[in-house]
């Protein structure tokens, strides 16, 4: 079974500086996706970037981009010039493409302070 | 283009008493998924459909949990009787389903249940 670990509860960072939130997982699967959500309070959840592991480039999407390991099993989500409009949960996920199902891990709270 | 929609978004029950949640995919979505988040946790599936039909529902507590997709379209998840630990967001998400593999999920704003 694969298993989505986020080490870090949660996070603070001060406002334009960057921030890095920590994802290991565990599997057999050579073949996966991997994928970065964003759910801020009460508010619903949004993808924020996303990985195939087949591709060796690291997904990038404006200020958010990943680092990528597959030997080491590792998906961090970097995030730069954070804006207070960051602040949210956030919840790193892997995906089995054979049934597109997805395990997620308990997620990062991160504050983006003034 | 309208996301997934979902109602109520808010929902206090009894333990013991039945509760039914709707979802309403984007429009065109074949597969639809509901997922259970209990406060402090990630997201865990409960089920999934393709148009009408159950793809997965291993993870479904069946003795009081139930779901149905009839038309294909929108869909229903509903407890009976409730318990105190069903207590979670409900949240329902759809993606297109044709095929591709790794395709992202849509998610809607969930159901805040509070089961008393």
């Known amino acids: 079974a694969q298993t989505v670990t986020q080490s870090q509860p949660e996070m603070s960072v001060q406002e334009a500086e960057t921030v890095t939130l920590s994802c290991t997982y565990d599997?057999?699967?050579?073949?996966?996706?991997l994928f970065w959500y964003k759910q801020p309070p009460s508010r619903q959840m949004i993808l924020v970037i996303r990985q195939e592991a087949y591709k060796q480039q690291n997904a990038t999407e404006n200020r958010f981009s990943v680092n990528f390991q597959k030997a080491a099993k590792s998906f961090s989500l970097k995030i730069s010039d954070s804006q207070l409009g960051d602040t949210a949960m956030y919840f790193c996920?892997?995906?089995?493409?054979?049934?597109?199902?997805?395990?997620f891990g308990a997620g990062t709270r991160l504050t983006v302070k003034p | 283009e309208a996301g997934v929609a979902q109602s109520p978004r808010y929902k206090i029950i009894e333990k013991r008493q039945s509760v039914a949640f709707w979802c309403n995919p984007i429009s065109g979505h074949a597969t639809l998924y509901w997922y259970q988040q209990i406060l402090g946790q990630g997201p865990k599936l409960l089920i999934q459909?393709?148009?009408?039909?159950?793809?997965?529902d291993s993870q479904l507590p069946k003795d009081r949990f139930s779901a149905e997709r009839l038309k294909g379209v929108d869909s229903t998840l509903k407890i009976q009787p409730a318990k105190l630990e069903d207590s979670a967001v409900y949240l329902c998400a759809s993606r297109p389903g044709g095929g591709r593999i790794g395709e992202t999920q849509y998610f809607g704003p969930g159901t805040r249940l509070l089961v008393l």
């Open positions: 459909f393709q148009n009408n039909g159950v793809v997965d």
């Open positions: 599997t057999s699967e050579n073949n996966y996706y």
């Open positions: 996920a892997f995906m089995k493409p054979k049934n597109n199902d997805m395990r």
